[in-house]
């Protein structure tokens, strides 16, 4: 089914360790994004980028790396891992040129950093 | 720098009454967007409201929107526990910017 997903779904990891949250979207959407979603804080944006091999810094960005190689997949690495960065990951994507058009977001990829 | 705010937090209401989430946004726009989140589910689009004066409307559920007054408003009309869910806006500034939601909960 055309879509947005995202794996794994739960992740629990160490402190230190590297992990890659995967998306993937079949939509061929320009846009897509990273968020976290933490308790009092909503909805904080990591990276986002506009098209393949184009990615930016969004509020949140520090501890974190993206790539964007292909237009369907964003992968996000948290290179050493820290107790700060358990959190729920949800990945969006829009179509068209700018970056606020209407959002679609994946099911989320819950991890914990132990 | 853009800051969106929601209120309340937290509502809790009884079924068939009526009440307003309310959206407050520092800077100018005149985008908006309204998602639901149920409990360990992902965000689903409720309502995109793109200009001043915008009003949509979907089952008991109205979104408008008054740029003037960096306001938005959802009315819930006569509140069914299937509404019972987390609430955002986002508001446009060069990006989408999150309120922190409104948690919903709807008791018989």
């Known amino acids: 089914d055309a879509g947005i997903t995202q794996s794994p779904r739960y992740k629990i990891t160490e402190t230190g360790r590297q992990v890659t949250l995967m998306c993937h979207q079949t939509?061929?959407?320009?846009?897509m994004f990273w968020y976290r979603q933490d308790l009092g804080h909503g909805l904080r944006l990591i990276y986002y980028?506009?098209?393949?091999?184009?990615?930016d810094k969004g509020e949140v960005p520090d501890g974190y790396v993206v790539s964007r190689s292909k237009t369907e997949n964003f992968p996000l690495t948290l290179e050493s891992a820290t107790r700060s960065q358990t959190s729920v990951y949800f990945c969006?994507?829009?179509?068209?040129?700018?970056?606020?058009?209407?959002?679609?977001f994946g099911p989320g990829t819950r991890l914990t950093v132990l | 720098e853009l800051k969106v705010e929601q209120n309340p937090l937290f509502l809790s209401m009884q079924e068939g009454k009526n009440y307003t989430i309310y959206c407050n946004y520092s800077?100018?726009?005149?985008?908006l967007y309204w998602y639901r989140q149920d409990p360990g589910k992902s965000l689903e689009s409720l309502f995109v409201?793109?200009?001043?004066?915008a009003v949509k409307q979907e089952g008991r559920l109205m979104a408008s929107l008054d740029t003037k007054a960096r306001l938005s408003t959802l009315h819930i009309t006569a509140a069914v526990h299937d509404l019972s869910a987390t609430y955002f806006c986002?508001?446009?500034?060069?990006?989408?910017?999150f309120g922190t939601g409104t948690r919903l909960q709807v008791f018989p």
């Open positions: 969006a994507s829009s179509e068209g040129t700018v970056s606020y058009n209407e959002q679609f």
């Open positions: 939509w061929s959407h320009s846009y």
């Open positions: 980028s506009a098209a393949a091999d184009i990615t």
């Open positions: 800077t100018t726009s005149d985008r």
């Open positions: 409201l793109l200009s001043n004066g």
């Open positions: 986002a508001v446009v500034s060069d990006k989408l910017i």
